[in-house]
C-alpha cells in the first residue's frame, strides 16, 4: 500500500494554481514549534516562485493551546500578531526569535483553555475562535502544515482522534474554507517521522483519502 502511495506524485516547487490566484494566503501550522518552521519555509518558499508582480501575499502562524501571548497584539478571536517594537530576545520557545515580517507574522492562535472538555466542547470553541481570526486576516486561502502526520489520525496519544488538537485545527480550517468557497490544503511533511501514530493508521488515514479523492500525492521536501 506504501507503494500505491508513493505512485502519486505531487509537483511542489511551485504554488499550485489554486494558491497563485489568490491574494492573501495563510500557512499555518497546526501544532508546536515544528510546525510553525514548517509553515514558514512553506510560506517563504512558495512566495519565492511566484512572480513578483502577481504573487499572492503570504501569511505564517501556528495554532497552540500552551503558548503565553502576553506581549503580542490582540487581532480578533484567538489571533495575536508580532508587535513592531515586541522584544522577545529572551524567550525560549523558537517562533518568538523569528523574525516579524510586515504582516506582523509570526501569527499566534492561541487557542481556547478547555483543559479536560470533551470535543462536543472544545471543537465548537475552537473552530469559533479560528474562523473568527481567519477572517480578521481577509484570507482567500489557507494551507495548514503538520510534521509527521497525526493531523490524520489524531496521534498515539489520544484515545478519541476527535480530542487531537492537530485535528481539530485542520478541520477548522477545512470548514471556514469549505463554508466560504475558498481553496485549502493540508501538507504533510516527514510522514511518520515523529513517531506518533503507528504506520498501519498512517497508512489507512491516506488510503481513505485516496477512496475520497484528496489525496494529490507526496512531494520533495
Not at 489568490?22 to 518558499?45: F, P
Not at 516562485?49 to 503570504?58: A, Q, W
Not at 523558537?94 to 462536543?120: A, T
Amino acid at each position: 500500500s506504501v507503494k500505491m502511495f508513493l505512485d502519486q506524485k505531487y509537483n511542489l516547487s511551485q504554488p499550485p494554481a489554486a494558491v497563485q490566484g489568490c491574494h492573501r494566503v495563510l500557512v499555518i501550522g497546526v501544532g508546536g514549534s515544528l510546525d510553525i518552521l514548517s509553515a514558514h519555509a512553506v510560506a517563504v518558499h512558495w512566495a519565492s516562485k511566484c512572480p513578483l508582480e502577481s504573487s499572492p501575499t503570504f501569511l505564517f502562524g501556528q495554532a497552540d493551546l500552551t503558548t503565553n501571548p502576553q506581549g503580542l497584539d490582540h487581532v480578533a478571536g484567538c489571533l495575536y500578531s508580532r508587535p513592531k517594537n515586541g522584544d522577545f530576545t529572551n524567550h525560549k520557545r523558537v517562533e518568538f526569535v523569528m523574525e516579524r515580517d510586515n504582516e506582523g507574522c509570526p501569527l499566534l492562535f492561541r487557542l481556547p483553555d478547555l483543559y479536560g472538555k470533551g470535543p462536543e466542547v472544545t471543537f465548537p470553541a475552537n473552530e469559533a475562535a479560528l474562523h473568527e481570526g481567519f477572517r480578521a486576516l481577509k484570507v482567500d486561502c489557507i494551507v495548514a502544515v503538520d510534521v509527521g502526520g497525526d493531523v490524520l489520525t489524531g496521534g498515539k496519544r489520544c484515545h478519541n482522534p476527535l480530542m487531537s488538537q492537530d485535528v481539530q485545527i485542520a478541520q477548522a480550517v477545512s470548514t471556514y474554507c469549505v463554508q466560504h468557497g475558498l481553496p485549502h490544503f493540508l501538507c504533510v511533511l516527514g510522514l511518520g517521522a515523529d513517531g506518533e501514530s503507528s504506520t498501519e493508521a498512517l497508512e489507512q488515514a491516506v488510503t481513505m483519502r485516496m477512496a475520497a479523492g484528496t489525496y494529490l500525492g507526496w512531494f520533495d521536501a
